[in-house]
Nanobody, 127 residues
Framework: QVQLAESGGGLERTGGSLRLSCAASGRTSSIYASGWFRQAPGKEREFVAA????????YYADSVKDRFTISRDNAKNTMYLQMNSLKPGDTAVYYCAAIARPYNAMTVTMTKKYDYWGQGTQVTVPS
């Protein structure tokens, strides 16, 4: 069992920055990869970024590449999403998620491949 807790969301201006955190607890040794997804009202949940817990590989959606940076601190069992140059299109509930089994890298963008989910944190960038 793994528990995930997001924090750091809020309201930020266009062009501003926010840093999201995701603290993992429980059986953290079972985590192979973790990622961030977001969901805007009336929209499907979409992949944002992911990071391997067994190597240094990172993965980004094209919409956030060069603006967002995913990282982790294994000693603290915490994952981060540094969001810069925020746009109104980034407005959504952001969820962290973890894969607790071996996986193929090509599957990290798929919501159904993730085993655990946090409660979500709201990010709002007004127009």
């Amino acid at each position: 069992q793994v528990q995930l807790a997001e924090s750091g969301g809020g309201l930020e201006r266009t062009g501003g920055s926010l840093r999201l955190s995701c603290a993992a607890s429980g059986r953290t040794s079972s985590i192979y990869a973790s990622g961030w997804f977001r969901q805007a009202p009336g929209k499907e949940r979409e992949f944002v970024a992911a990071i391997s817990w067994t190597n240094t590989n990172t993965y980004y959606a094209d919409s956030v590449k060069d603006r967002f940076t995913i990282s982790r601190d294994n000693a603290k069992n915490t994952m981060y999403l540094q969001m810069n140059s925020l746009k109104p299109g980034d407005t959504a509930v952001y969820y962290c998620a973890a894969i607790a089994r071996p996986y193929n890298a090509m599957t990290v963008t798929m919501t159904k491949k993730y085993d655990y989910w946090g409660q979500g944190t709201q990010v709002t960038v007004p127009s």
